[in-house]
């Protein structure tokens, strides 16, 4: 046989002592139960106290103190109170007996099998004993087990059980208290009644309790007065403040709509600035990208600037008693024996640059025309027979080459003369400038260009003149292009 707490429902774990005096079958079990409920009398009116009426018993009391000195007292209330706990301690008596009734009547029923459990386990866990049977109605099993209606029945659990101590132990504080404000109560009444009582006896009391009575009934009207006026004040202070509440409202709804649309107006800000942003860093790469290749364009232009392309085109120097053209030597020395190769190259690098003068400074030669054909180079006369003569020559002295030779010359003269017409027109320009070498007819300073009949030094000296006048020009016509290109 099994037991579980009657009020948590966990099965419970018995001790030994108690288990083996408690080991029945459940037929024995039933028939002990059954013989218990058939044969228990049925309690007497006056040996069942209760929790209930116990407790109400202490109201009654209670509210017995009060009927007592609720008497005398006129304004109070103890005496309708008082009625209501004896009123409420009869019934929770009355429920009490109707349950009983109810169990007795039915013996089979639910409770009344639980009932009996309870009282065969407190049976079981203490048997009776001599001492016990002379005390029985002292005994709290017994009424435990006269009383079927409890709250709580057994059996119990541990944690069960504290809970219902310290319940108990709840209930008996707010008695203890309960006790002590009537106690209080019923010292302060006796004080206020022997008080009473004195002025009663020292005469002509009467009267002046009726003044100060009505001094106190004035000073407590003059109070309501204010505490009236001080409640119109208020009210009137609490309406302007629900219309002040309500202005806050409706400023606050107008606030938050503001709110709304100033965020909405900001998140198109921003969308709008990330956008700008966006485009700005873009023209700024481009920006520097443009100014990167202007910084580059403008140092090659200022490289290109420093550089002469007719310089870098018809480089004129000297090499020993030559003059030289971009590295080929012009005349012949008897003690240097130049190519004609060599020398016809020059000739045609010269009738180049002549020509590139004259196009530059816009001249047109009026006898002549220079055609610059490399190593092959002619002049042609423009009147008369039209002639063409060879600005190169030979080293063959046989009849013919004797001819060509004569129109070496005359092509050599009538490259004086296309180099004097640019010469006075660079002078007709700049008065300022005077050219190194004078040129008349067949000569340039004091050298005679002919080389028939003529010494190699003096050809030689006439045609570095050339190419020294040919320079000046060239740089003249560099410095001039410089100053009327500047803005």
């Known amino acids: 046989m099994s037991f579980s707490c009657q009020r948590c429902r966990q099965p419970l774990l018995l001790a030994p002592s108690l288990s083996t005096d408690l080991d029945l079958n459940q037929s024995a079990y039933d028939l002990v139960q059954d013989s218990f409920i058939a044969s228990r009398p049925p309690p007497p009116p006056s040996s069942q106290p209760t929790r209930g009426k116990q407790d109400g018993g202490a109201v009654s009391a209670g509210s ?226 443009l100014q990167t290749a202007l910084r580059h364009d403008s140092a090659l232009l200022a490289r290109l600037q420093l550089t002469n392309v007719y310089n870098d085109a018809f480089c004129i120097g000297h090499d020993g008693g030559f003059a030289t053209i971009n590295g080929l030597r012009l005349g012949r020395l008897p003690g240097a024996n130049v190519e004609w190769n060599e020398i016809n190259a020059a000739w045609g690098q010269t009738a180049l640059l002549l020509t590139t003068l004259a196009r530059k400074l816009g001249v047109t030669f009026k006898s002549f025309k220079v055609v610059p054909k490399g190593s092959f180079s002619t002049i042609c006369r423009l009147d008369g027979d039209k002639a063409v003569y060879e600005l190169y020559g030979s080293g063959d002295w046989q009849i013919g080459r004797l001819l060509q030779s004569r129109r070496f010359d005359h092509g050599m003269v009538a490259f004086l003369d296309c180099l004097k017409q640019v010469c006075n027109h660079v002078c007709e320009r700049d008065e300022e400038l005077r050219l190194p070498h004078a040129i008349n007819k067949d000569r340039i300073g004091e050298a005679c260009i002919r080389l028939q009949f003529g010494q190699d030094e003096t050809w030689t000296r006439a045609l570095r003149h050339v190419l020294i006048t040919l320079k000046m020009l060239l740089s003249w016509t560099v410095q001039n292009e410089d100053v009327q290109g500047k803005p």
């Open 64 to 289: 017995g103190n009060k009927q007592r000195y609720g008497k005398d007292e006129d304004k109070g209330g103890g005496a309708a109170e008082a009625g209501r706990s004896q009123a409420s301690a009869i019934e929770s008596e009355r429920d009490v007996e109707r349950e009983k009734v109810s169990v007795q009547s039915d013996p089979n029923s639910l409770s009344a099998r639980l009932a009996a459990s309870a009282a065969l386990f407190d049976l079981f866990s203490h048997p009776p004993s001599p001492e016990r049977d002379r005390d029985a109605n002292s005994s709290p099993h017994r009424s435990r087990m006269q009383d079927p209606n409890s709250s709580i029945d057994h059996p119990l659990c541990k944690e069960c059980t504290d809970s219902l101590l310290e319940l108990m132990d709840a209930q008996l504080n707010d008695l203890r208290r309960e006790r002590d404000a009537l106690l209080s109560f019923e010292a302060e009444l006796k004080k206020y009644e022997v008080t009473s009582q004195d002025e009663k006896d020292t005469g002509g009391g009467s009267a002046n309790w009726k003044d100060v009575q009505a001094e106190e009934e004035a000073e407590l009207m003059s109070e309501i007065e204010k505490l009236t006026l001080e409640e119109s004040r208020m009210t009137e202070e609490l309406r302007q403040a629900e219309a002040r509440k309500q202005d806050a409202t409706s400023q606050l709804k107008l606030i938050e709509q503001e709110e709304k649309d100033l965020r909405v107006e900001e998140e198109t800000f921003w969308a709008e600035y990330s956008r700008h942003s966006i485009a700005l860093d873009r023209l700024v790469a481009q920006q520097q990208s």
